[in-house]
Each structure stands twice: as C-alpha cells, then as structure tokens.
Nanobody
Framework: QVQLVESGGGAVQPGGSLRLSCLASGFPFSMHSMAWFRQAPGKERALVAT????????YYTDSVKGRFTISRDNAKDTMYLQMNDLKPEDTAVYFCKSYYRNDLWGRGTQVTVSS
C-alpha cells in the first residue's frame, strides 16, 4: 500500500522545538523529492520545505529559514522536519508529500504553539 504517515506533532510553548517524521511505504522513496506543507486554520495549504531525492538540495519558505531543517534517511524511508524556536504562527496541521505521485499526501499531524 502506497502511503505516507506523519508523526511527532504536539503542543509546545513559543521558543520550543519539535521533530516531525514522515514514514513512507509502498513506493521507491529514495528516488523522489519530498516536501512538508502546512495548513493553518482558515488558510490554504502552503509549502514549508522541500528536499531532493538524495537529500543534498533543500528549499525553505522565508518564514522558517534558520529555524526549520528538512532531512531524510533513505535507508529508513523516512523524512524529517526539525522545528526550533517555534512561534504561534507556526501553528498548523503539517503534511508530508512525495513527488512520486501528485496525489500522494499524508494525513497530517497537528502542531500547536501557544503559551
């Protein structure tokens, strides 16, 4: 079964950290670029970061540069998003996506940043 499963979300205070994971199965994970998106309440889903198939090329949206780090372990079919210095505006449901297929998304994991 082709699927992506996110984990690692939760509630943290401003300035805190979380590490999200995205476990892939059912397709050749190591051959395809991956991405993290997020959707805040009342807003459209937006790109957060991307990583190429071998993990050498990355992209970050401006609002997370210097705070978030995207990475992957192809031996474990897993992608990560290390999020540091979290802010209330980072509150959202975070989704992982594979470019193996246009409609391949995880179900999301909630991140809530609040004091």
């Amino acid at each position: 079964q082709v699927q992506l499963v996110e984990s690692g979300g939760g509630a943290v205070q401003p300035g805190g950290s979380l590490r999200l994971s995205c476990l892939a199965s059912g397709f050749p994970f190591s051959m395809h670029s991956m991405a993290w998106f997020r959707q805040a309440p009342g807003k459209e889903r937006a790109l957060v970061a991307t990583i190429n198939s071998v993990g050498k090329l990355t992209y970050y949206t401006d609002s997370v540069k210097g705070r978030f780090t995207i990475s992957r372990d192809n031996a474990k079919d897993t992608m990560y998003l290390q999020m540091n210095d979290l802010k209330p505006e980072d509150t959202a449901v975070y989704f992982c996506k594979s470019y193996y297929r246009n409609d391949l998304w995880g179900r999301g994991t909630q991140v809530t940043v609040s004091s």
